[in-house]
C-alpha cells in the first residue's frame, strides 16, 4: 500500500542507508501531498529517526535521494526545518531560551550578519505560539522536558518554513502540552504548510494525522490514513522484523563490506 | 616586595613584553577554549598539546633556528596532523575516539620527547631554551616572539568575534545547524585550525604538557559563574589573562621555575573557588540550601506535633514542654530548642519558662503542613491507588516541598476533600494569602 502523488512536497525515491555499514533502512520509496499532518509510525529501531535525518542530509545515504518541492535539499534549505529530538543536545549549555530560538533565524540571515530587532520579534511571536513567550530569558537547562520540546518547536517555527519533519516532538510533553502543540500543527495545516512527525503511539496516531507512513527498516505503507490504518498492515509493521533483512544486515557489519551495484 | 613593585610597574622593557605576551595568550587561549570545553573536545585539546612537539622539533632541525614564526608552523603542521589522525583512526577503524585519543597523544608526544633527545645530545648551542617547550619558560619570550604572539591571538578573538553566532549554533546542535544550510564541516575546520593555533602560540610560555589546562580550565571555571555565553567567554578571558599575570610574575622573580605550572596551579586555584563558592552552581550554595531546607524542615515537623497534640486533646494552645513534644517524635534535646527559639522569633511560638505553645501564625503554619500531609495521602490513594496504610511515608517527607500552587492544584484535583484515607479531617483554614 504505497501512495505515491502528483506534484508531492517530498520525494524519497529508493533510499537506502546505514549506520556502521549496518543497513538500518532498505529502498524506502514514497512521496508526500502539500498540506498534511503526516506520522511517520513503526516499532523502535525502525529508522524513523533515521530517515528524517536522511532527508536533511545529515547522514548519506547508500543510495537513492531525496526531492524537495522538486529540487535538491540545498536549493530549498529555507524552505525546509527540521525539530531534532529534545535528547540529542545537552541543555546545559549556557544560552536562554530567546538565544536558542533566534538559532532558527541563523539560516537566513547568513555568515558575519547579526540577528536584527526583526528576527527578534519573529523569534518572539514563534515562542508566543507555544505559549512560551514568558520564559524567553529563562536558562535553558532550568526547563522541563515538555518546555524543553516547545522551544525546540519555536525555533522550528522561526525558520518559516514549508515543511516541518519533526522527531517525536511529543515525546515527555504532558497531555495539555500535547493538544496545544497538536493544534498547533493543524494550525499550520491550514495554512498549507505541510508537516511530518515521528511518533510512536499508535493510539493516538489515527487521531492526529491525515497520512501515515508505516516503517519498520522498510517501508510497510505510505497514504491517507483511512487506508494504511488496517489490521493487517499494522501486523507487518509490527509484527517483528524481517529476519533475512536483520541477517543480512548483520552480515554486512560484520565483514565491514561496502554495499556496491 | 620591592621586587613586585618592579614587576608592576613594567619599568623593565622585557617584562613588558613577557606580561603583555603571557596575559594576551591567557586570554586569547581561554576564548578559544570555551568552545573546545562546551564542544566537550577537552581530551583532543590535550592531544593536540602533546602533539605539537615533535612539528617543533622537526622545524627546529630543519631550518636549525629558533624563530618563533618556524616553530609555529611547525606546531601547527603536527597540531592539525593529531587532529586529522585522531579522526580517521575513530571513523575508519573499530578504535572508539577515546582509545584513538590517548594512541595518538601518546605516538606523537613520544616522536617529540625521542626529537627533543636528539637534537639536544648533537650539541646544537641554539638548541638552548627548546627544552623550556615542555613546561614553558615565559620569561624567555623576547619581542619577536610577542610579536608573533600577539598577531596570532589578535587573529584567534577576531575570528571568534566573527564567527560568534556560527560557532555558537555549531557547539549546542551541530545537527540543526547543518539543517539550516550552515557549512558545519568549514566551521569546524576553523574552530580546529583556531584550537591548534591557540596550543601552537602558547606553548613556550606554558609548555606542551599543560596547554590544554590553559585552554579548558578558564571556560570550565567560568561557566559556574553564569548562564550567557558572551559573559562566560568574556569571563573565561579574564581568568586566563589573570593566569598569565601571575605566572610571568612567577617565571620573571624566580627565573628557574618553569612557567607553564604556576600558571596552571593559578588556574586550577580560580577553578576550586568557582566550584566551591560560585552561585546557584557552586558547593558552598548548594550545601546551603540543603542545609536550610533541612532546618525548614525541623521546623515544620516539630509544629505538625503541636498540631497533632493539640488535635487530640483538642487543645491547640496548650502550653508544652520538651519531653511531650519527643514522646510524640524522638528529636535532639538542643535541636528541637533551637527550633523553637527559631519559631518564636518567627512568631510562631511563644514561650512560658519552659513551656511553648502556638501563636496564630503558628497555628496557621501548622494546619498547612497537616493539611498537605493528607490532602497528598489522599491524592496518592485516589490517583496512584495506594492503600491507606502504605501512603503516610510518602507524604511524611514530600509535605515540605509543596509551593502554595502545588497545594491549590491538589485541592483542585481532589476538589477539597473533608478527610484523609485515615478519616481525620483536613484542617482547611479560612483562605488565606493563596
Known sequence: MIIQVDNPVLEVHDLTVSYDKNPVLWNIDFSIPKGKLVGIIGPNGAGKSTMLKSVMGLIEPQSGFVKVFDKDLDDVRQRVSYVPQRESVDWDFPASVLDVVLMGRYGRRGLFKRMTKQD?????????????????????????????????????????????????????????????????????????????????????????????????????????????????????????????????????????????? | MKELLEFLSLANANVRYVVLGVMLLGASTAVVGSFTFLRKKALVGDAIAHSVLPGICLAFMFSQYKHPLVLLIGAFISGWLSILSIDIISKKSRIKSDTAIAIVLSVFFGIGILLLT?????????????????????????????????????????????????????????????????????????????????????????????????????AAAARYWTNNLTKMIVLAALFGAFSGLFGSYISYSAPKMPTGPWIIVCITIIAFVSLAFAPERGLFFKWKRKRSKEINTLDENVLKIFFHLGEQENNMFAARKIPALQKRRYFDEKKVLQSLKRMMRAGQIEQEDNTWKLTETGLVEAKRIARIHRLWEMYMSKFLRMPADHVHEGAESLEHFFTPSMEAMLEQDLDFPETDPHDKPIPYTVKNEF
Open chain 2, 118 to 218: 636528539y637534537i639536544q645530545s648533537t650539541g646544537n648551542a641554539a638548541q638552548a631554551g627548546l627544552d623550556s617547550f615542555l613546561f614553558g619558560q615565559a620569561a624567555s619570550l623576547i619581542r619577536e616572539d610577542v610579536m608573533v604572539l600577539g598577531a596570532v591571538c589578535f587573529l584567534l578573538v577576531l575570528t571568534i568575534y566573527f564567527f560568534f553566532k556560527e560557532f555558537s549554533i555549531l557547539s549546542f546542535d551541530a545537527d540543526y545547524a547543518t539543517s539550516l544550510g550552515l557549512p558545519v564541516r568549514f566551521l569546524e575546520v576553523i574552530l580546529s585550525t583556531l584550537t591548534v593555533l591557540a596550543i601552537a602560540v602558547g606553548i613556550q610560555a606554558v609548555g606542551v604538557v599543560l596547554m590544554a589546562a590553559m585552554l579548558i580550565t578558564p
Open chain 1, 120 to 261: 527578534k520579534e519573529i523569534a518572539m511571536a514563534s515562542l508566543a505560539k507555544v505559549n512560551m513567550e514568558k520564559y524567553y530569558n529563562r536558562q535553558i537547562a532550568q526547563l522541563s522536558g515538555g518546555q524543553q520540546q516547545r522551544v525546540f518547536i519555536a525555533r522550528s517555527l522561526a525558520q518559516q518554513a514549508d515543511l516541518y519533519l519533526m522527531d517525536e516532538p511529543f515525546a515527555g510533553v504532558d497531555a495539555s502540552a500535547e493538544s496545544s502543540i497538536l493544534s498547533l500543527l493543524q494550525e499550520m495545516r491550514a495554512e498549507e504548510k505541510t508537516i511530518m512527525v515521528v511518533h510512536h503511539d499508535l493510539q493516538s496516531a489515527y487521531e492526529y494525522f491525515d497520512w501515515v507512513i508505516l516503517l519498520n527498516m522498510r517501508l510497510v505503507a505510505s497514504g491517507p490514513k483511512e487506508e494504511v490504518f488496517t489490521p493487517k498492515l499494522l501486523q507487518e509493521t509490527y509484527g517483528g522484523k524481517l529476519t533475512l533483512l536483520d541477517s543480512l544486515s548483520n552480515f554486512i557489519r560484520r565483514k565491514e563490506l561496502p554495499i556496491k551495484g
